[in-house]
């Protein structure tokens, strides 16, 4: 018993604490108006103080919300009608009142308080021999209906209702049922040009006028007109009224021309752009990377070439090709890496001195040199003099 008073304090409590409903005052300002939710039950009839509620109970009830019974009612016989069981629990509330919770526990397909209510199904409650289907709600239902018959109870005969022809411009007519009313609706599938409920709206299509020139193909979609053109390889822009600068730019079929697109001061251009091959440069791929032709550098030797970026077309760049040289291999020299090192063709250190030979990088008119320079002697033990000949 005690630890039942202490649960129904802490509810007391918490619906005292809980925030309720505000309502409007007399004068526009909001007052607390804590029976707006009527939280009382059993016929119980709310009280609204200034800071919360009470509850006045009806006979033979009592509680917080009325929602205990000062009798044992599972005592009066047939109390949970409809041959219902009658459960009862007893409680100490305050002040030692005992009061009781009862509750009936209803056979199938009934429900209420002391189970006095039958489920509509029952009843045969959808005519015209139509089938009742209880719904997982209790109490609700849906009637599913006999051919030439609708409704929420199967009473209305099903109406033609494509015989009118409601769909217009050809629109094709469909009778369909409408599930949240159980009533039969028109469902118009439109052609062409025409939108709408009945068909009666027509489309507009932004291709009417021809928009696309140059033999672009133009494709309508939406309903506001809206259209995109499919542009030939020879034309570009929203309309296909650019000619494609690739057209006349062949680059000389040694690179691809891709479309480079700029805008100045808000005007939008098109220019073709040549992307040559690796040993190819210039604005139209004409000019040949010299590094390219054949033994350019002897011996092994790696040519390397300047290369020049230039602009024009508002900003488009090509390359252009500089001044030559050729990267040697170390016993190796010349223009061309045409020259062996002295110390192989002419080894001047004697008495087996280790011959050292630099080169030098030599800038001339047509590119850079790797030039040798004079031979040096490292003597072995004992020997001195420039080319170790001195003992």
């Known amino acids: 018993m005690e630890k039942t008073f202490l649960l129904f304090l802490m509810v007391a409590l918490f619906v005292k604490c809980h925030f309720l409903p505000v309502g409007p005052g007399n004068n526009g300002m909001p007052v ?66 005992v009061a009781y919770q009862v509750n009936c526990m209803c056979k199938e397909d009934y429900f209420g308080d002391r189970c006095q ?36 109870h199967c009473d209305l005969p099903t109406p033609n209702l494509c015989d009118s022809n409601p769909c217009a411009n050809n629109g094709k007519c469909y009778q369909v049922k409408n599930k949240s009313t159980s009533m039969s609706e028109v469902f118009c599938e439109c052609i062409g040009k025409f939108k709408g409920l009945t068909c009666s709206e027509e489309i507009t299509n932004g291709c009417l006028n021809n928009p696309c020139s140059n033999n672009g193909t133009c494709v309508s979609y939406g309903e506001l007109g809206m259209y995109y053109c499919i542009c030939p390889k020879t034309h570009l822009g929203k309309h296909c009224q650019i000619e494609n600068p690739c057209n006349v730019k062949s680059c000389n079929g040694k690179g691809q021309c891709n479309i480079q697109e700029f805008i100045t001061n808000g005007i939008r251009t098109f220019v073709g752009k040549c992307e040559c091959l690796a040993q190819f440069g210039g604005n139209e791929c004409e000019l040949e990377n010299p590094c390219y032709k054949t033994d350019v550098c002897k ?9 020049h970026m230039n602009h024009v077309n508002g900003g488009i760049g090509f390359v252009t090709f500089g001044l030559t040289s050729c990267r040697c ?43 040798f320079t004079k031979p040096t002697c490292d003597c072995k033990l004992g020997y001195s003099g420039e080319y170790c000949e001195m003992n």
């Open 299 to 307: 011996n092994g030797g790696i040519c390397e070439v300047e290369r």
């Open 117 to 152: 209510n039958k489920h509509p199904c029952l009843e045969n409650i959808c005519q015209n021999n139509g089938k009742c289907t209880k719904s997982w709600i209790l109490g609700e239902y849906t009637c599913q209906c006999t051919k030439g018959f609708e409704g929420k």
């Open 329 to 371: 291999p170390k016993l190796y020299g010349g223009k061309f890496c045409e020259i062996l090192s002295p110390c192989i063709t002419n080894n001047p250190c004697q008495n087996e001195g280790y011959c050292n030979v630099e080169r030098s990088h030599i800038w001339e008119n047509s590119g850079s040199v790797d030039d």
């Open 32 to 97: 607390n108006d804590f029976c707006l939710m009527n939280q009382c039950k059993n016929g119980g009839i709310c009280k609204s103080t200034e800071f919360s509620f009470y509850c006045e109970c009806s006979n033979g009830f009592t509680g917080s919300f009325c929602e205990f019974m000062m009798d044992d009612k599972c005592k009066i016989e047939n109390y949970c009608e409809n041959e219902g069981t009658c459960h009862s629990s007893q409680m100490l509330l305050p002040n030692s009142i």
